[in-house]
């Protein structure tokens, strides 16, 4: 499984929710490409980007912070937030991001991003967002009523990277993660799946691995990486199956 350490940008600085509330933000370093470098220089395979900002105005807003990111590393990005057109999303793509996760758009016109993604196979994820196994968009500040797994379902066989799942009820809370509707997604899709929202200790990291073998690829974590609950060493070991065992 991959570790994906997660930088949410907010007004150019690195920051996490409570629940996926603006007005709920903490910030935890004022230099995104210093945090991504040190992620890197952990062993992290991977970094997961947000632009928050851009999630509410439905447009690319910390651009200057992810232009820093991308020249500080020499891993792959994943980037969400704010991509509610194609336009946004190849732009993103010519710019070096790896992977963009379209999330609103994905909802919206279905049909669309499908096509998207059989365009460019392996370089689009469809981000759901889910509340109560409904899907949540608009930076989670509006509710749908379709079901999380329809959904998911849609974009099977279409050549998407990756669906990201994130449970908004924990995401941030350090409540735990909820690996058994991460896994029950898994369960009833090909495609596979990265488990996001509320991952606390290693234990959860540790569940999920067990899970695994269900259609679950990665893990993004942010809060517990930046409180210190989680070591990245650790975790990466963890994830790899190379943990030493306790005594």
Not at 52 to 64: C, H
Request: hydrophobic share 45%; charged share 20%; net charge negative.
């Amino acid at each position: 499984m991959n570790l994906y350490p997660a930088i949410d940008l907010k007004d150019g600085d690195c920051v996490r929710l409570l629940r996926g509330e603006m007005t709920a933000a903490t910030v935890f370093n004022n230099d995104p490409a210093a945090q991504a470098r040190s992620f890197q220089d952990a062993g992290c395979r991977w970094l997961h980007l947000v632009d928050l900002n851009g999630a509410i105005e439905g447009r690319p807003v910390n651009g200057e912070a992810v232009a820093a990111i991308l020249a500080a590393l020499s891993i792959p990005v994943q980037l969400g937030g704010g991509i509610r057109d194609e336009a946004t999303a190849l732009a993103w793509l010519e710019a070096g991001v790896t992977r963009v996760i379209i999330g609103t758009l994905a909802l919206r016109q279905p049909d669309l991003v499908a096509d998207l993604c059989r365009r460019h196979p392996g370089r689009i994820a469809i981000g759901i967002d889910g509340r109560d196994g409904r899907v949540a968009v608009e930076g989670w500040v509006e509710q749908s009523d379709r079901p999380v797994i329809d959904l998911a379902r849609h974009f099977e066989g279409a050549g998407a990277g990756a669906i990201i799942y994130t449970d908004i009820d924990r995401d941030g809370a350090m409540q735990g993660h909820n690996v058994a509707a991460t896994a029950a997604l898994a369960d009833g899709l090909t495609t596979p799946v990265i488990a996001s929202g509320g991952v606390t200790d290693l234990d959860d990291l540790r569940a999920l691995r067990a899970a695994s073998g269900r259609g679950i690829e990665g893990v993004i974590v942010g809060r517990a990486l930046y409180d210190g609950a989680i070591d990245a060493a650790a975790a990466l070991a963890l994830l790899a199956g190379t943990e030493t065992p306790p005594c």
